[in-house]
């Protein structure tokens, strides 16, 4: 488990919102869910879609709560 992982699970844990670049294109003021691992690649499912977490790049953890 690398350490964005454990950012994220933390942050599901605490309900915080999170943002984020993937592929190129910013989110901003996302709720993630849970954390899944699908054939040796683990899946970030937010309240919209779902992210490769390898693709997941700047994140960051806001204090605000969803």
């Given at each position: 488990m690398n350490i964005e992982t454990h950012f994220l699970q933390k942050?599901?844990?605490d309900r915080n919102l999170i943002?984020?670049?993937y592929?190129?294109?910013p989110y901003k003021s996302i709720?993630?869910?849970k954390i899944t691992q699908?054939?040796?690649?683990?899946f970030l499912y937010t309240n919209d879609?779902?992210?490769?977490?390898?693709h997941i790049k700047k994140l960051k953890?806001?204090?605000?709560?969803?």
């Open positions: 942050a599901i844990k943002s984020f670049t592929e190129m294109k709720a993630p869910q699908q054939e040796s690649e683990d879609s779902f992210f490769k977490i390898a953890i806001h204090k605000e709560k969803y």
